[in-house]
Nanobody, 124 residues
Framework: QVQLVESGGGLVQTGASLRLSCAASGRGFSNSAVGWFRQAPGKEREFVAALRWSSGKTYYADSVKGRFTASRDNAKNTLYLQMSSLKSEDTAVYFC?????????????????WGQGTQVTVSS
């Protein structure tokens, strides 16, 4: 059974940095695409970043481009999201997700596995 477990969320001030982790178990992800999504209070879940596991190639939402960096550690089977220059509008629950196939996409419905989420709160 596939499990994705996020960690690293917390309360930070505007301009701070934070790194989220997503530990994956139950299957290898060498032929998968993985992604980060977020959901702010009262809003729909939205795409943040995606990564093709085999190559490490990344894709980002315009709202986080240049501030967030997605990466993975093959040995640890772990996905990361390094967030810097955080803004209040980045406050949300952050979810990692994985596809059974290797093509990264922005669509929530394309992802087969989801973590439980980790809260990120950015205060001004």
């Amino acid at each position: 059974q596939v499990q994705l477990v996020e960690s690293g969320g917390g309360l930070v001030q505007t301009g701070a940095s934070l790194r989220l982790s997503c530990a994956a178990s139950g299957r290898g992800f060498s032929n998968s695409a993985v992604g980060w999504f977020r959901q702010a209070p009262g809003k729909e879940r939205e795409f943040v970043a995606a990564l093709r596991w085999s190559s490490g190639k990344t894709y980002y939402a315009d709202s986080v481009k240049g501030r967030f960096t997605a990466s993975r550690d093959n040995a640890k089977n772990t996905l990361y999201l390094q967030m810097s220059s955080l803004k209040s509008e980045d406050t949300a629950v952050y979810f990692c997700a994985a596809r059974k196939t290797s093509m990264p996409t922005m669509a929530l419905s394309d992802y087969d596995y989801w973590g439980q989420g980790t809260q990120v709160t950015v205060s001004s």
